[in-house]
């Protein structure tokens, strides 16, 4: 869990990096306080044998409502919610999961894969993929459009 975790952390503080509005102080800070708090939000929710289990629970999402845990992250560093809508996207999806992160920027948006690994067992591996492509598959369904393509990137750290 600790390197999904750091994944989508690193990911949030490059995308408040860009900004140049923030201190390399206040970026680890903010980075150290996110790592913390999805630690503990995650913890008795990590399914490794079973990735799409709870899903939706690890899911941080800004959609015209910031993320709790990115808010209280933000403002141990003394950044206001304000602030945080006028430095990330208005719209983003990031799903924590074991073996992957990925994410979504808009509602339309290509799903981006910033880490993929595969499971420690072949037998467990086989498995993960189907249920990968069901989870991917969950968000493709209330579409109103099932004709769209889905680009991925990987980028793996």
């Known amino acids: 869990m600790k390197t999904e975790v750091s994944t989508a952390v690193c990911f949030i503080a490059r995308l408040l990096r860009t900004t140049g ?6 970026l680890q800070h903010f980075s150290h306080s996110l790592e913390e708090a999805l630690g503990e939000h995650y913890e008795h929710h990590w399914f490794p044998h079973s990735p799409c289990k709870g899903s939706g629970y ?4 800004i959609n015209h409502k910031m993320d709790p845990l990115i808010g209280k992250a933000a ?12 430095l ?28 993929e690994s595969t499971p420690p067992t072949a037998a467990t591996s086989a498995n993960l993929v189907d249920n990968r492509n069901s989870c991917k598959d969950e968000l493709r369904i209330g579409r109103s459009s099932h004709s769209k393509s889905f680009n991925v990137m990987t980028v793996i750290s």
């Open 21 to 26: 509005l923030l201190s390399e102080e206040q």
């Open 58 to 61: 690890r899911c941080i999402r």
């Open 75 to 86: 403002s141990t560093t003394g950044l206001t919610r304000e602030q945080l809508f006028s």
């Open 88 to 115: 990330l996207p208005s719209e983003l999806t990031m799903w924590v999961d074991p073996y992957e992160v990925s994410y979504r920027i808009g509602e339309d948006g290509s799903i981006c894969v910033l880490y």
